[in-house]
């Protein structure tokens, strides 16, 4: 008996549930071009007026996206930096004649910050240590450390040079686009935001693990405010040369921008000697020898300046040794905070060949393991 009651309360809840459906759907037929809202408004006495209805819209996001677009004139450059965001809407309608204000608020930001993971280091006795797996993953610690992250920094905004205005609020720097825009749903919109133009001056970047030097200028952002980070694509003498990522740029700093690469530049790089064994007879320690050498040649027709980053072990304990060969001598070390990474500086002359010969020996107590 108790089963069948349950089964007639069963279809008296089912024929509720149908009504419901039948008068949602007189409401919101399933076949409409356009949301509907319906709303009961309350007041305490007639009125007339505009009723302004505000929501948040979570189908609505833009990005910022640049053209790095450089004239080259041997090593002198003409360079325009142009900013737009890129702006799309999903909510399923179409605006018209829409006012737009863009923010750089990030709601999805950290609002503390998290404890390091305990570091714990030891030394060790290979001889004894009967598990020889050794992990190959840096600790996050090391990763970290390499990291290229830049803490933000408030800058009053520039003034827009395509009419439109920009201001800070707080950390949040606000562009209110001058026109109204029209904006189809599902659709991309580019809004024009600033444009930036400067005279540089050109120099290469390479490095011995590649076969081609890599063109720079190092740009100060005079703008008064920020380059705001984005996706940056390259263009070269109006050809497409690629895209890259594009830091924020604080006003007054100053930011060595990456032009693509430079195929008149050939780096060939060998090694000419690898050995490691003990020291003599009845040694107690060993030795780790390497020699390298890198030739940089340049197929241009004009002079560029040139920097040649390579790195040297760094040693933290006493009892590793590092003794380094370089000749000509390095120019640079400890490159932006990145202890032994280090750079050789010259004017490459058109045509030329430059030559450096690099190396170091690693001498530690014998019975031990260098990781």
């Given at each position: 008996?108790?089963?069948?009651?349950?089964?007639?309360?069963?279809?008296?809840?089912?024929?509720?549930?149908?009504?419901?459906?039948?008068?949602?759907?007189?409401?919101?037929?399933?076949?409409?071009?356009?949301?509907?809202?319906?709303?009961?408004?309350?007041?305490?006495?007639?009125?007339?007026?505009?009723?302004?209805?505000?929501?948040?819209?979570?189908?609505?996001?833009w990005d910022?996206?640049?053209?790095?677009?450089?004239?080259?004139?041997?090593?002198?450059?003409?360079?325009?930096?142009?900013?737009?965001?890129?702006?799309?809407q999903d909510t399923g309608e179409d605006w018209d004649d829409v006012s737009v204000i863009l923010s750089t608020v990030d709601l999805n930001r950290a609002a503390g910050v998290s404890l390091p993971f305990e570091w714990i280091r030891n030394l060790y006795d290979p001889?004894?240590?009967?598990?020889?797996?050794?992990?190959?993953?840096?600790?996050?610690?090391?990763?970290?450390?390499?990291?290229?992250?830049?803490?933000?920094?408030?800058e009053e905004a520039s003034a827009m040079h395509l009419g439109n205005s920009s201001m800070n609020a707080g950390q949040t720097q606000i562009f209110e686009i001058n026109a109204a825009l029209d904006m189809p749903s599902e659709e991309i919109t580019v809004v024009p935001l600033q444009e930036i133009n400067m005279n540089v001056d050109l120099y290469a970047r390479a490095r011995n693990s590649e076969p081609s030097g890599f063109l720079y200028a190092n740009?100060?952002?005079?703008?008064?405010?920020?380059?705001?980070?984005?996706?940056?694509?390259?263009y070269r003498d109006g050809q497409y040369f690629g895209q890259f990522n594009m830091p924020e740029i604080v006003a007054g700093d100053e930011y060595p921008l990456q032009l693509g690469v430079?195929?008149?530049?050939?780096?060939?790089h060998s090694v000419i000697?690898?050995?490691?064994?003990?020291?003599?007879l009845l040694s107690s320690s060993q030795i780790a020898e390497s020699r390298f050498e890198t030739v940089v040649t340049s197929l241009l027709d004009y002079d560029i300046p040139v920097r040649l980053f390579?790195?040297?072990?760094?040693?933290?304990?006493?009892?590793?040794?590092?003794?380094?060969?370089?000749?000509?001598?390095?120019?640079?070390?400890?490159?932006?905070?990145?202890?032994?990474?280090?750079?050789?500086?010259?004017?490459?002359?058109?045509?030329?060949?430059?030559?450096?010969?690099?190396?170091?020996d690693l001498s530690w107590p014998s019975g031990f393991a260098v990781e």
């Open positions: 008996r108790k089963m069948v009651t349950l089964s007639e309360r069963g279809k008296e809840l089912g024929a509720v549930l149908q009504r419901a459906q039948e008068r949602l759907d007189d409401i919101v037929p399933e076949d409409r071009d356009e949301l509907v809202l319906k709303m009961t408004v309350h007041a305490e006495k007639p009125f007339q007026g505009d009723i302004d209805l505000s929501y948040f819209a979570r189908d609505v996001h910022m996206m640049s053209d790095v677009m450089l004239s080259q004139d041997k090593a002198k450059g003409a360079l325009t930096i142009a900013q737009k965001a890129v702006v799309v001889a004894k240590r009967k598990d020889k797996f050794r992990a190959s993953k840096r600790s996050n610690y090391a990763e970290s450390a390499l990291s290229d992250s830049v803490e933000p920094v408030i740009i100060t952002n005079e703008t008064g405010g920020r380059i705001l980070p984005s996706t940056a694509s390259l430079l195929d008149g530049l050939r780096v060939d000697k690898r050995e490691d064994g003990d020291r003599g390579d790195r040297v072990p760094v040693s933290e304990s006493e009892d590793l040794i590092v003794k380094e060969y370089a000749k000509p001598a390095i120019t640079d070390r400890d490159i932006d905070g990145r202890r032994g990474v280090v750079s050789w500086n010259w004017d490459m002359q058109a045509g030329a060949t430059h030559k450096i010969e690099f190396g170091y």
